[in-house]
């Protein structure tokens, strides 16, 4: 786990102690290990550096900083990449953390999760935890994860997450409209086929070769429910790593499609008679002394095989998952794929409900047969990966200290479901709307818990914000829809 950066302790959250110092002071150890990443990336042919961070999207920021001097790199991981918050979407402009006249955030990069760019090799990734006058600025989404790391920690547990990378290959007509990039792949049940797989199979092979050149584990190339639709299954790891992971995947992504031509979107819903687009998160603790998974448990009465931290951490996160989708279904598009019918197969696989069970898809939280982890199906790509694994995370472990029950795993298919079965069974459905959404995650004190008052206020102004934006959009729909009736 990257671990280079933070000490995510209660003191260095508060504001004592002001002083204009962005840098820090290394350790002999740390400069030794900075000093020997710095000769690793030189024989690699390594130019340059992008002391990254993300905005409130989770979309990556930086500057290129030149390398080949040592003590540049050396300046750089001690935090001399300044940065204005309030040119950031989400990063204190609204709250009044940042302004013109302040201070820059520093960014201060993890030397164990650096990584060059396979497809543009004389560039190197350096994921940064953000700081202001020395202390982690506590707007940085980073910072926030790395928080809930070290609260589980404490309580003897690591968050192990895989992430289901869905998008689609889309490209741009003269005329403007997006459509899928093969023209050709539109059949209509085209899940797991193989002739529309391998006709843009090229653009798969190379991400596929990328991904093993930085030590991802590629588990399966995927076409998914609708035509121009894939997905990377790749293989799991400690939540920051994985965080990090999205972050430069879906860059990556759209730097190779672009190389080959054409485009990638991870838009929730680009196309309206098509599947949605998911991120589906797939979670489970392990013991930080014996890596054993503690969700594991052959003996489960329930028959899922999970054990009772496994059923107290689902329900932790099933009690704040309207609050919590706010963060996991980000955009006013997410809306649109979390609906219960209206694709190519019949269903569009997204869950409506806050409910869980085996291996069953029309919940919210699936547990996989046989499989000790949970799934949390109403996630999409254009997640802040950092704020949505500390909003999960947090959640879980309060399920944990409280020793909350999920209740009984549901056996039946949830779209096929009547309202007054639904109300009976007291089954609540996801928020359906961003508005709905950034409603329940203002009512929720879990949010301040986890992500803090000034965050959490930031995020659901900006969330508002968005919704409004789109709100007062007059679309195609309503010209054709009313202009020529009234």
């Not at 302040?102 to 090799?121: G, H, M, R, Y």
Request: net charge negative; hydrophobic share 35%; charged share 30%.
């Amino acid at each position: 786990m990257p671990t280079d950066n933070v000490e995510a302790d209660e003191g260095v959250w508060s504001e004592e102690g002001f002083h204009r110092q962005s840098t820090r002071e290394p350790t002999d150890a740390q400069l030794a290990a900075w000093e020997e990443t710095h000769a690793d990336l030189v024989d690699q042919g390594v130019e340059y550096c992008l002391a990254a961070f993300v905005d409130i999207h989770g979309r990556m920021k930086s500057k290129a900083v030149p390398i080949s001097d040592k003590s540049r790199f050396v300046d750089m991981m001690k935090g001399s990449e300044l940065y204005t918050g309030a040119a950031n979407d989400g990063l204190g402009g609204i709250v009044g953390e940042q302004e013109p006249i302040d201070d820059e955030i520093s960014a201060w990069p993890d030397n164990d999760a650096i990584t060059v760019l396979p497809w543009k090799d004389n560039v190197a990734w350096a994921p940064s935890h953000l700081h202001l006058h020395g202390n982690p600025y506590r707007l940085g989404s980073r910072n926030v994860l790395q928080k809930q790391v070290k609260r589980a920690l404490e309580m003897g547990f690591e968050m192990n997450l895989g992430i289901e990378v869905e998008y689609f290959l889309v490209r741009e007509t003269e005329d403007g409209e997006i459509v899928g990039a093969n023209p050709e792949d539109d059949i209509e049940r085209a899940c797991y086929d193989v002739d529309a797989l391998l006709d843009q199979f090229d653009y798969q092979e190379q991400m596929r070769e990328y991904l093993d050149e930085m030590g991802w584990e590629v588990v399966s190339l995927v076409h998914e429910d609708a035509d121009n639709q894939f997905e990377f299954d790749l293989h799991y790891d400690d939540c920051m790593t994985t965080s990090d992971r999205l972050v430069l995947l879906r860059m990556m992504a759209r730097r190779v499609a672009k190389q080959a031509g054409f485009d990638v979107t991870f838009m929730p819903k680009p196309f309206g008679e098509r599947t949605g687009t998911g991120g589906h998160f797939n979670m489970s603790l392990a013991n930080v002394e014996t890596g054993e998974n503690v969700f594991q448990d052959e003996s489960d009465e329930r028959g899922l095989g999970l054990s009772e931290t496994a059923y107290q951490f689902i329900a932790g996160i099933m009690e704040h998952l309207p609050a919590i989708t706010a963060v996991a279904a980000p955009t006013v598009n997410s809306y649109k794929r979390l609906v219960a019918s209206g694709s190519m197969t019949g269903y569009t696989w997204a869950p409506v409900y806050i409910s869980y069970g085996d291996n069953n898809r029309s919940h919210a939280v699936r547990v996989p047969t046989k499989s000790p982890r949970m799934e949390v199906r109403s996630v999409d790509l254009t997640v802040n990966p950092y704020l949505a694994s500390a909003m999960f995370l947090g959640a879980g472990l309060e399920g944990i200290e409280k020793g909350l029950d999920p209740g009984e795993p549901i056996a039946d298919n949830m779209w096929e479901l009547d309202e007054d079965e639904l109300d009976d069974r007291g089954i609540e459905t996801l928020p359906r709307t961003l508005l709905e959404a950034v409603e329940a995650f203002e009512d929720d004190s879990i949010t301040d818990r986890i992500l803090g008052e000034k965050l959490s206020e930031e995020y659901a102004e900006f969330k508002k914000q968005e919704w409004w934006d789109w709100h007062h959009t007059i679309s195609d729909w309503e010209h054709e829809r009313y202009v020529k009736i009234w």
